[in-house]
């Protein structure tokens, strides 16, 4: 017989289904768009309808050994997606009750994306000999996964770990979860389109980007300026690492990990951001932690991590 597993990677902007191997060899893999999906059950069917049509799966002469799924403010004790900002269902959604009516015999487990991704790292990654690390993944929101001796951290309600609602300024800039100045505004994809168009505003310093409508600006374009270049880019990018440093340097003052990964779609930018991260990183942080922490990018393909590190739940 042959066994899979199946790694759900629930992202704000887009969600992807992946059929894993024993090996680790993700074998099919089917992109849905998260948004306009108003009602969680129909998003839910979907992902059960794309699993249902993988070809390896018809066969009976294999096996399904369980559903793994990562997905923003994922509670891994209680099944559930709580009160996630960057999704449209707001509330409490039962995912793996929804998903077990599809699928009644299979185990489903879930847990916050980032944590998926810090599995994915820990398993298949740079953090194989790793029991004190960090993954901060940089996307449509900044989340993180914190592993202490070997284990993922949950805290006593499913939600440790969430260093990008740590706030950097309580009078800084609105967040979906409802306050103010938490590190995701700043160093989110979003939160780098925001600097850039604030620099871009305040100054009438030549840019690429000024060829933009702002409302139009990325961070994919941000990057790419930057590694042209770009004075305004780069500037962009130094703010957004100058404070994503500080609160790294105040996450390792609590567990005091060996490494930190970065991960996401910011990290595509590659030395433009993580240049003046280390920079900054090692000039705010505490005097005995200095020079003993490595920081660098995740050592998965961008596309993997999340859906390996679900899939990995189900072991």
């Given at each position: 017989m042959t066994s899979y597993t199946v790694g759900i990677d629930i992202g704000g902007t887009t969600s992807v289904v992946g059929l894993v191997d024993k090996d680790g060899k993700i074998v099919r893999r089917k992109d849905i768009k998260t948004p306009g999906h108003?009602?969680?059950s129909e998003f839910f069917n979907s992902l059960a309808d794309i699993i249902e049509q993988f070809d390896e799966l018809k066969s009976t002469s294999t096996v399904l050994n369980g559903i793994?799924?990562?997905?923003?403010?994922?509670?891994?004790?209680?099944?559930?997606?709580?009160?996630?900002?960057?999704?449209e269902w707001k509330g409490v959604v039962p995912v793996v009750e929804l998903l077990q009516k599809r699928f009644p015999n299979t185990l489903i487990k879930l847990t916050n994306d980032a944590n998926a991704a810090a599995l994915g790292e820990m398993i298949y990654g740079n953090a194989k000999d790793e029991k004190y690390f960090i993954l901060i993944t940089l996307g449509t929101?900044?989340?993180?996964?914190?592993?202490?001796?070997?284990?993922?951290?949950y805290g006593h309600d499913g939600f440790a770990g969430e260093i990008g609602h740590t706030i950097y300024d309580p009078e800084g800039r609105q967040c979906g979860c409802g306050r103010k100045g938490c590190l995701e505004t700043?160093?989110?994809?979003?939160?780098?389109?925001?600097?850039?168009?604030?620099?871009?505003?305040?100054?009438?310093?030549?840019?690429?980007?000024?060829?933009?409508?702002?409302?139009?600006?990325?961070?994919?374009?941000?990057?790419?300026a930057a590694q042209n270049g770009d004075i305004m880019a780069l500037k962009a990018f130094d703010i957004t690492a100058k404070i994503l440093a500080i609160k790294l340097a105040d996450s390792?003052?609590?567990?005091?990990?060996?490494?930190?990964?970065?991960?996401?779609?910011?990290?595509?930018?590659?030395?433009?951001?993580?240049?003046?991260?280390?920079?900054?990183?090692?000039?705010?942080?505490?005097?005995?932690?200095?020079?003993?922490?490595?920081?660098?990018?995740?050592?998965?393909?961008?596309?993997?991590?999340?859906?390996?590190?679900?899939a990995a739940l189900v072991y």
């Open positions: 108003p009602v969680a793994g799924v990562g997905a923003p403010n994922g509670n891994y004790y209680n099944g559930t997606i709580e009160f996630a900002p960057n999704l929101g900044v989340g993180s996964g914190i592993v202490v001796d070997g284990k993922l951290v700043y160093a989110s994809a979003g939160g780098l389109v925001k600097t850039a168009v604030e620099l871009l505003s305040a100054s009438t310093d030549h840019s690429s980007l000024r060829s933009i409508p702002t409302n139009e600006i990325t961070s994919k374009q941000i990057g790419e390792v003052a609590h567990t005091s990990p060996s490494a930190i990964y970065i991960f996401g779609g910011l990290a595509n930018a590659g030395d433009v951001l993580m240049t003046p991260l280390k920079k900054y990183f090692e000039e705010y942080l505490l005097q005995i932690y200095k020079n003993k922490i490595k920081l660098t990018l995740s050592g998965l393909p961008a596309n993997d991590a999340a859906i390996l590190g679900s």
